[in-house]
């Protein structure tokens, strides 16, 4: 089946300082991704929508600035979160779909610690 | 927000016993799913449903959606400890790959 990585798994880093997450479809091309943030026992808030070769689309409050996001090649897509502070801290998850399917395929999630 | 509405927010129950939660949406959409997640994971996809269908089975999983009411439910049968989690709705609009995620359901199943 689908296989979607995600490293790192968890990251603490410095507040000014950015933190990169990779997120990779192993076994398929993903001409789409998506990254999603997701508060302590909270649902899963989708922060943009990353395509292959072109700009990401943010979702309505979310700074492009902030969260850079590149999706240079099929199989990967990284989130850049830039100049990190301690409200940045969250859980960061990824998802991709094979290409005309529904159905969403995952990484384990990258939890982000800002001092 | 766009966000779905899910019932309960938690639940406890006994193994062996059925957990029902609900999940209501805003949108119109074309199809529905529901997803787990473990503490401290990513979400894995557990079934989904069309718009055009009223109910659907996957081993101890049945869901069922009503469009007129824009809700769904996912019954989990003969629970087990392994169940506990918590799980999410997800609807999905036509013409679009996004999704959007109902609040979701801590299920705790006690041994």
């Known amino acids: 089946g689908a296989v979607v990585s995600q490293h790192p798994s968890w990251v603490i880093c410095k507040s000014g300082t950015s933190v990169k997450i990779e997120c990779r479809s192993l076994d398929f091309q993903a001409t789409t991704m998506f990254w999603y943030r997701q508060f302590p026992k909270q649902s899963l808030m989708l922060m943009a929508t990353s395509n292959e070769g072109s700009k990401a689309t943010y979702e309505q409050g979310v700074e492009k600035d902030k969260f850079l996001i590149n999706h240079a090649s099929l199989t990967l897509s990284t989130l850049t979160v830039t100049s990190a502070h301690p409200e940045d801290s969250s859980f960061y998850i990824c998802?991709?779909?094979?290409?005309?399917?529904?159905?969403?395929?995952f990484g384990a999630g990258s939890r982000l610690t800002v001092l | 927000s766009q966000q779905g509405e899910e019932d309960p927010q938690a639940l406890s129950i006994q193994e062996g016993e059925n957990a029902t939660m609900n999940c209501s949406y805003k949108?119109?959409?074309?199809?529905l799913q529901w997803y787990r997640q473990n503490s401290g994971r990513g979400l894995v996809h557990l079934i989904l449903i069309r718009s055009n269908e009223r109910e659907k089975h996957s081993g101890r999983l049945r869901v069922t959606l009503d469009t007129s009411k824009k809700s769904s439910s996912l019954l989990i049968t003969a629970s087990r400890a392994a169940d506990t989690a918590s799980y999410f709705c997800?609807?999905?609009?036509?013409?679009?790959?996004?999704?959007?995620f109902g609040t979701g359901t801590r299920l705790k199943v006690l041994a």
């Open positions: 997800a609807t999905g609009t036509t013409g679009t790959y996004k999704y959007i």
């Open positions: 998802s991709a779909s094979l290409s005309g399917a529904n159905v969403l395929t």
């Open positions: 949108t119109s959409i074309n199809n």
